[in-house]
């Protein structure tokens, strides 16, 4: 069983930065990997950024690379999702997510076993 919180978002004009984080209570060691994912009203879930365990290889989705970036501190159980450029677009709740049992290779939503509830950013134009 993994427990996720989500903290970090706020309000914040275009082209402006938030960092979010991510504090995820599990197996020792965080063996597992960690995305985050965001979802505006009436849109799919959309996946924003993933982390591997061990912080090595990390993956992003269209709308957050170049402007995004995805690092954890293992010794914290923390996961930290920095972006900047902010644009109106962005506006949604994102979710933090736990790979424990799912596919090492699979950044799909239904690869991740637990799931947080999320953060709200909202980005002004």
């Known amino acids: 069983q993994v427990q996720v919180v989500e903290s970090g978002g706020g309000l914040v004009e275009a082209g402006g930065s938030l960092r979010l984080s991510c504090a995820a209570s599990g197996p020792p060691g965080g063996t597992y990997g960690m995305g985050w994912f965001r979802q505006a009203p009436g849109k799919e879930r959309e996946f924003v950024a993933g982390i591997t365990w061990d912080g090595v290889s990390t993956y992003y989705g269209d709308a957050a690379k170049g402007r995004f970036s995805i690092s954890r501190d293992n010794g914290k159980n923390t996961v930290y999702l920095q972006m900047n450029s902010l644009k109106p677009e962005d506006t949604a709740n994102y979710l933090c997510?736990?790979?424990?049992?799912?596919?090492?290779?699979?950044?799909?939503?239904?690869?991740?076993?637990?799931w947080g509830k999320g953060t709200l950013v909202t980005v002004s134009s």
């Open positions: 997510a736990a790979k424990v049992y799912g596919p090492a290779g699979s950044w799909l939503a239904k690869a991740f076993d637990y």
